[in-house]
Nanobody, 125 residues
Framework: VQLQASGGGLVRAGGSLRLSCAAS????????MGWFRQAPGKEREFVAA????????YYGDSVKGRFTISRDNAKNTVYLQMNSLKPDDTAVYYC???????????????????WGQGTLVTVSS
């Protein structure tokens, strides 16, 4: 299984970025997918997740109303649209897949089966 994240970069506060994560080696449509982030010196934090069925989405409290997760099963890709970015959003963002097909969505670290390599998002003030 490979999860290839992209789209990170430097943006000013109030700006937007869209992250993408292309998955291979798994039956993408059967996996819950998500995003986590980790800032220097901090623990990895849940950002958002999208269920494998039913179109259910989950968000961390700090990003609700600003970030939107989506997925395109035809492209085996999950996206994270980030709007109204703040300096506190600065972190390495990791794509994540659930442990197995039809398993619980990856909303906490122990529910993650696979990690991507991370993409850096830097928000300047």
């Amino acid at each position: 299984v490979q999860l290839q994240a992209s789209g990170g970069g430097l943006v000013r506060a109030g700006g937007s970025l869209r992250l993408s994560c292309a998955a291979s080696g798994l039956t993408f449509s059967s996996y819950g997918m998500g995003w986590f982030r980790q800032a220097p010196g901090k623990e990895r934090e849940f950002v958002a997740a999208y269920s494998w069925s039913g179109g259910i989405t989950y968000y961390g409290d700090s990003v609700k109303g600003r970030f939107t997760i989506s997925r395109d099963n035809a492209k085996n890709t999950v996206y994270l649209q980030m709007n109204s970015l703040k300096p506190d959003d600065t972190a390495v963002y990791y794509c994540a897949a659930a442990k197995s097909p039809r398993a619980s969505s990856p909303t906490i670290v122990r529910l993650v089966g696979y990690w991507g390599q991370g993409t850096l998002v830097t928000v300047s003030s």
